[in-house]
Antibody, heavy 120, light 107 residues
Framework: QVQLVQSGAEVKKPGASVMLSCKAS????????ITWVRQAPGQGLEWMGW????????LYALKFQVRVTMTIDTSTSTAYMELTSLRSDDTAVYYC?????????????WGQGTTVTVSS | DIQMTQSPASLSASVGDRVTITCQAS??????LNWYQQKPGKAPKVLIY???NLETGVPSRFSGSGSGTDFSFTISSLQPEDIATYYC?????????FGGGTKVEIK
C-alpha cells in the first residue's frame, strides 16, 4: 500500500537548520510530486512548498522561500526538506504528502508527521 | 493567495445528528477542493476530493458538494468516532490554502 514514512522528532536551537526526510513506498515515486505542510501547536495547516518527483522542479511559499530547500532522491524514493535559521515559531509538526495523478497540486496520502521543537 | 473561510469554528452535536460545515473560497476554484479529517496527534486524512468524491474506504455518511466558491461538507449521522477537526483545502492554485478548521464534538 502507498506509504510515506517520515524521520523522527528533532530538537534544535534557534539559528540552527533541520533536514527532514520522507520515504515513499508502494507507488512509482517519479509519477507524483511531494508537498510539505506544517502545523504549529494548536494551529491550522500551512503549505510550505512542492517538489516534482518527475523533474525536481520546486515551488515554495513566499514566506519560506529564503529558508527552505526541498530535494528528492529517486534512487531511494525519498524526499527531503531543509529549513534553515530556525526560530521558536518554527516549532511545529511537519508533514509530507503525495500529490495525486489527476491534479498536480491535489493531495491524497500524508506521512505521519515529524515534530520539530526549536528551543534554546 | 486564495482565502478559504470555513465555518463554524466548532460545533457540538448529538450522536445521529446531521452535521454540515461550509467553506467559501475568495475566488473561483472550480471543484478543486479536499475535505480532511484530523484526529489529535494524527495526520490529516482525505475524506472527500474534487469537492464531492468520496475517497476509497471512507464511510458513506460523509459527503461533499459545491463548486466555484461555495462548498459544504456533511456527516449524515454523527458517530462517536467522527470526533475530530475537519479542514477544507483548495488545490486550484498555489499556494495551497486551508480553511481554519471545524472542531466537532459530541453533545
Amino acid at each position: 500500500q502507498v506509504q510515506l514514512v517520515q524521520s523522527g522528532a528533532e530538537v534544535k536551537k534557534p539559528g540552527a537548520s533541520v533536514m527532514l526526510s520522507c520515504k515513499a513506498s508502494g507507488y512509482t515515486f517519479t509519477s507524483h510530486a511531494i508537498t510539505w505542510v506544517r502545523q504549529a501547536p494548536g494551529q491550522g495547516l500551512e503549505w510550505m512548498g512542492w517538489i516534482s518527483g518527475y523533474n525536481e522542479n520546486t515551488l515554495y511559499a513566499l514566506k519560506f522561500q529564503v529558508r527552505v530547500t526541498m530535494t528528492i532522491d529517486t534512487s531511494t524514493s525519498t524526499a527531503y526538506m531543509e529549513l534553515t535559521s530556525l526560530r521558536s515559531d518554527d516549532t511545529a509538526v511537519y508533514y509530507c504528502a503525495r500529490s495525486t495523478i489527476r491534479h498536480p497540486y491535489g493531495i491524497d496520502v500524508w506521512g505521519q508527521g515529524t515534530t520539530v521543537t526549536v528551543s534554546s | 493567495d486564495i482565502q478559504m473561510t470555513q465555518s463554524p469554528a466548532s460545533l457540538s452535536a448529538s450522536v445521529g445528528d446531521r452535521v454540515t460545515i461550509t467553506c467559501q473560497a475568495s475566488q473561483d476554484i472550480s471543484n478543486y477542493l479536499n475535505w480532511y479529517q484530523q484526529k489529535p496527534g494524527k495526520a490529516p486524512k482525505v475524506l472527500i476530493y474534487d469537492a464531492a468524491n468520496l475517497e476509497t474506504g471512507v464511510p458513506s455518511r460523509f459527503s461533499g458538494s459545491g463548486s466555484g466558491t461555495d462548498f459544504s461538507f456533511t456527516i449524515s449521522s454523527l458517530q462517536p468516532e467522527d470526533i475530530a477537526t475537519y479542514y477544507c483545502q483548495q488545490y486550484d492554485n498555489l499556494p495551497l490554502t486551508f480553511g481554519g478548521g471545524t472542531k466537532v464534538e459530541i453533545k
